[in-house]
């Protein structure tokens, strides 16, 4: 026998079995014919058609009927609406197999309910129908994934629109980093501010003093930067110390006043200089601050104790100067600034000199000082030493 000539049949399941089954269950069908209102029994209902016995009644094959499908639950008569088409006929005529027409959800879930529940077995009550009709038995069809085509215009506001949240994002974790940064890795000093060598000018006696010279002004050696007038009673004290005067000669000497000049003390530049036109001013009190012309402005910042660990002298640290411009700075001399002497400090100065020459114009003025963790330097030096092993 010669088997390589016989080609196997497959057929799939569902190709051979019934999309819905079939359940015999105790039921009529109720339509009304030309004006006749007709019953037919049930042979058998599944959720997607109906069997009955026609019995000597007989339907029109392809019409759409409307009946009334109706069971017999716990004592009381359950109906639902339906529409049908016959379509096919028993081979005596007495049986007709009809379809379902445009049922509802509603009728599609009692339909289910009520044979599921003749299949399991289970006991059929008003309360389980009434409840299978309240809730929600069908779920939300799902989107098509299928996307149409983007036009020119589409697709370039798509891009913008992704670009700007692409940047902003970028934005957001630079920002966070250097947050993160600032925090961990380095350290900035409480306060700072630029400073030189500087004279203080004051004024020798309680006077009204007139200044020559402005901020900012160049002055020679004993060039005169502002004018006194004290009265003689700031010198009586001293004059009657001194020799022996009758009250007559103190009265006239009370009378006078001593008109004297404030000389610089050097080829200086006037740094801080107070304004004055005639006005009184008490002994002692400062009228200006002069530096020499050779000296250097240099930095002197306050750091947290706590941070003295990674403070060290020859640190490179950087310096941003008033408007937002940053210079790079050392460290030259670290110390504690202590309340009392060989007392333990709350602070630590530092005397740093900027690589650059720093304009006298900023003596006495605030600047930021930071203190990176990572040196660059120590870097280039581990990755020498690494080079040379």
Request: proline letters at 4%.
């Amino acid at each position: 026998m010669n088997t390589a000539a016989i080609a196997p049949q497959f057929v799939h399941e569902s190709e051979a079995q019934r999309q819905f089954a079939r359940v015999r269950m105790p039921a009529r069908l109720f339509v009304k014919i030309d004006g006749t209102m007709m019953k037919f029994p049930v042979a058998d209902v599944s959720a997607g058609g109906v069997s009955i016995h026609l019995g000597h009644e007989t339907l029109r094959q392809g019409r759409v009927y409307s009946g009334r499908l109706v069971f017999k639950i716990d004592g009381f008569d359950f109906a639902v609406d339906v529409n049908f088409v016959p379509r096919n006929m028993g081979d005596r005529g007495d049986r007709c197999g009809c379809e379902f027409q445009d049922l509802g959800a509603n009728e599609v879930s009692v339909l289910r309910y009520l044979i599921t529940s003749f299949l399991s077995g289970e006991l059929v009550s008003v309360g389980d129908m009434l409840n299978t009709l309240s809730r929600e038995n069908f779920t939300k069809s799902r989107k098509s994934k299928a996307t149409q085509a983007l036009g020119f215009f589409a697709s370039a506001r798509a891009m913008l629109v992704s670009l700007v949240v692409m940047g902003l994002g970028l934005i957001a974790v630079t920002f966070i980093g250097y947050q993160l940064w600032q925090i961990y890795f380095v350290t900035t000093a409480e306060s700072a501010m630029v400073a030189s060598e500087n004279i203080p000018v004051r004024v020798p006696k309680d006077a009204k003093v007139t200044t020559l010279v402005e901020a900012g002004e160049q002055v020679e050696a004993g060039q005169a930067i502002a004018t006194f007038d004290a009265p003689m009673l700031s010198y009586v004290n001293e004059l009657v110390g001194n020799g022996n005067y009758t009250v007559e000669q103190i009265e006239e000497l009370l009378g006078q006043s001593v008109r004297g000049t404030l000389t610089s003390p050097c080829d200086c530049k006037v740094l801080n200089l107070l304004p004055a036109q005639d006005q009184y001013m008490s002994k002692g009190e400062q009228l200006a601050v002069v530096a020499p012309t050779d000296a250097t402005a240099h930095v002197i910042a306050r750091f947290n104790f706590a941070e003295g660990e990674s403070l060290e002298e020859g640190q490179s640290v950087t310096l941003r100067l008033p408007g937002g411009k940053t210079q790079p700075g050392r460290i030259e001399s670290l110390f504690v600034d202590a309340e009392a002497p060989n007392q333990p400090g709350s602070a630590i100065n530092a005397l740093i000199r900027a690589q650059e020459a720093l304009p006298m114009e900023s003596v006495g003025r605030p600047i930021g000082v930071t203190v990176d963790v990572f040196q660059l330097d120590a870097v280039d030096g581990l990755i020498e030493r690494v080079s040379q092993i």
